[in-house]
DNA sequence: CCAGGCTTGGAGG
DNA sequence: CCTCCAAGCCTGG
């Protein structure tokens, strides 16, 4: 079984995906699209549909190292939601500069949701454009991608 | 060893 | 309000 590659789109962005089966190994950015197949659970989020990026693993969390504890802190904040990089090195036992020399070097965006970290006195940084991390946040915002985070709507 | 990064809180004007 | 600055912490070179 081999490593798929493949890219769709998000706004004026193409968000190329490196994968196989549930779990990731690359994701970015870039203005040039490529041929090829992207995990279900993104295309439905780049598409504003709902999606459960929970059911995907990334690469990035594995390990007992403080990068992957960060990697894991992030994935737990819901969608549509924020944090800053100084609660999530509280939460991880680090400091905030690390929090976000982690995002910069994260490896899969969205899976991992570097976006939801915002600074304390504003959004912070995204490459290779902040303007992506807004788009995204906006998108979450709007509720129709979280379903995850849907509650029940039962009798 | 040493500099750097998607920060932060405090000092000073 | 705004600018400046050092603390703080891993990683990669």
Redesign the pocket.
């Known amino acids: 079984m081999a490593i798929l590659t493949g890219s769709c789109r998000f706004g004026l962005w193409h968000v190329h995906v490196s994968w196989e089966g549930n779990l990731v190994y690359r994701v970015r950015f870039a203005r040039q699209g490529i041929e090829g197949p992207v995990p279900e659970e993104i295309r439905r989020y780049c598409a504003g549909r709902p999606a459960r990026l929970a059911d995907l693993q990334s690469i990035a969390t594995a390990g007992g ?3 992957p504890r960060i990697y894991r802190a992030v994935r737990e904040i819901p969608c549509g939601e924020t944090t ?4 999530v ?1 509280r939460t991880v ?9 982690a ?4 490896p899969t ?1 969205i899976v991992v949701p ?2 939801r ?6 959004i ?4 290779p454009d902040p303007a992506i ?1 807004e788009e995204l946040l906006t998108m979450e915002r709007r509720g129709t991608v979280c379903r995850s985070e849907m509650r029940e709507v039962n009798r």
């Open positions: 190292g403080v990068y800053t990089y100084g609660e090195a036992g680090t400091a905030p500069r690390l929090v976000g020399l995002m910069s070097r994260n965006p570097c976006h970290v915002v600074a304390k006195t504003g912070g940084g995204f490459s991390k």
